[in-house]
């Protein structure tokens, strides 16, 4: 069966802290891993990734694909109150155009 | 941001009562889905279309129903609602299938 899981399912930081999320996966037909922030309401999109050891970057987060051994990290740098969201990676299957999503990491950020 | 509305966004029902959810797009993307997200849960996948009248299963769909009768709307029934389907429920969607998806803002549904 077909699995996402993400670690640590919650996290509290301090203002200026950086964090490392983990997402590994098991999909039989992976195509790409995908992450998102959730704040109160829908998940917005923050990074596709397809190809292993190509970093991604927006401001100051980052994120990197492992294909060999199946995992993703999402990096936070000086973490900001308006970091706290929970973070949900999802792994699309590409023999149905279905993704499977992790349970989510909740990350508070501390003033 | 997407051009994605879900109706009602707040739902109380009884159960055993039927329930319809919409989703409506203004981005005429071919791929909709709808989720719904639990605590400890994360969010799974009850059924997705990949067209007008193209619809598949997912990985919860036992008690929902689902119908794309033009592209820009995707409707979600529960035929008989019962506490268990107590949710979050989003719908989501995508241009190629193969790209991230946008969501809506979600409609909480309460069965009682």
């Known amino acids: 069966e077909d699995k996402v899981v993400q670690s640590p399912l919650s996290l509290v930081v301090h203002e200026g802290d950086t964090v490392t999320l983990n997402c590994s996966y098991e999909?039989?037909?992976?195509?790409?891993l995908l992450w998102y922030k959730q704040e109160k309401k829908a998940p917005t999109f923050l990074f596709m990734l397809t190809s292993s050891g190509i970093e991604k970057k927006s401001g100051r987060l980052s994120s990197i694909l492992d294909k060999k051994e199946l995992f993703s990290i999402l990096n936070i740098t000086a973490t900001q109150t308006g970091d706290s969201a929970i973070y949900l990676c999802a792994s699309e299957d590409s023999g149905t155009y279905k993704y499977i999503f992790g349970t989510g990491t909740r990350l508070k950020v501390l003033a | 941001d997407a051009g994605i509305t879900q109706s009602p966004r707040h739902k109380v029902t009884e159960t055993g009562t039927p329930v319809t959810l919409r989703c409506h797009q203004t981005?005429?993307?071919?791929?909709m889905y709808w989720y719904r997200q639990d605590p400890g849960h994360g969010l799974r996948l009850i059924h997705y279309?990949?067209?007008?009248?193209?619809?598949d299963k997912g990985e919860v769909s036992d008690g929902y129903s689902v119908s794309r009768s033009k592209t820009e709307d995707f409707l979600l029934t529960l035929e008989s609602a019962t506490s268990s389907q107590t949710s979050v429920y989003f719908c989501?969607?995508?241009?190629?299938?193969?790209?991230?998806?946008?969501f809506g803002p979600g409609t909480r549904l309460t069965v009682t």
């Open positions: 999909v039989t037909n992976f195509r790409s």
């Open positions: 989501a969607i995508s241009e190629s299938g193969r790209d991230e998806q946008y």
């Open positions: 981005e005429n993307h071919r791929y």
């Open positions: 279309s990949y067209g007008v009248k193209d619809t």
